[in-house]
């Protein structure tokens, strides 16, 4: 079946700008996650998607970073007025709903690359 | 809080021979602990997890993992490299019930003919 899609894979735009990136997860998947990676590091946690709502957004840098997820599927990512220290690869992974006991294993989409001149 | 730490940001081995990439872990609670691979131009993949059960946990391609408390350990093991583990490994953690996943710095993983 397919797999977390995310669109586009590259976005180069100049500082100040205004950027989207877009995030599929596999269907029936209610738990959506962004990560970010920055060059020669690990992801790391930026916001979590229980259906609609965000249920933790402390990974968040700062406001310019804002994301939605209005129906419980898609995903938008949003960064305002962007800086050359944004670029990275931004990352999406879903998941079955959690559990307190137990872990459901979030998949990751391939991320989208994002280069701010 | 939680955190991992990877020893070896680089490791290379021959093929056929042992693979050993080391990880250390920090957590207030009882953690969740996973193996990550990244091949290049691919999206993460889960190798394998721990989440309390047996502590030798076996993964796909071979790979396995042991959880040692008492040296706040996970390390990751394969007995035989092969020309297609070579990529970049992270070590994840999260404690049960939290979703958020806290990455390694990451090994990468060089295999020589």
């Known amino acids: 079946g397919a797999g977390v899609s995310q669109t586009p894979s590259n976005k180069v735009t100049e500082k100040g700008k205004y950027v989207e990136l877009r995030c599929d997860p596999i269907?029936?998947?209610?738990?959506l996650y962004w990560y970010r990676q920055s060059l020669g590091q690990g992801p790391e946690f930026l916001i979590y998607f229980q259906g609609t709502g965000a249920a933790d957004d402390s990974g968040l840098p700062n406001d310019r970073f804002f994301a939605v997820r209005p129906e419980g599927s898609v995903s938008t990512l949003k960064i305002q007025r962007t800086e050359r220290g944004d670029s990275a690869v931004y990352l999406c992974?879903?998941?079955?709903?959690?559990?307190?006991?137990?872990?459901?294993?979030?998949?990751f989409g391939p991320g989208t690359r994002l280069t701010v001149l | 809080a939680q955190s991992v730490t990877q020893l070896d940001s680089h490791v290379s081995v021959s093929e056929g021979t042992p693979v050993l990439l080391r990880c250390n872990y920090s957590?207030?609670?009882?953690?969740?602990l996973f193996w990550y691979v990244q091949h290049p131009n691919k999206g993460l993949q889960l190798l394998l997890k721990y989440t309390s059960a047996a502590t030798l946990v076996k993964g796909i391609n071979g790979f396995e993992a042991e959880f040692k408390k008492s040296e706040t350990s996970f390390h990751l093991t394969k007995p035989s490299a092969h020309m297609s583990d070579a990529a970049e490994y992270f070590c994840v953690v999260s404690a049960i019930g939290n979703e958020k996943l806290t990455f390694g710095t990451g090994t990468r993983l060089t295999i020589i003919p």
């Open positions: 269907s029936g998947h209610t738990a």
């Open positions: 992974a879903s998941s079955l709903s959690p559990r307190d006991d137990s872990y459901n294993e979030q998949f």
């Open positions: 957590s207030s609670y009882s953690p969740s």
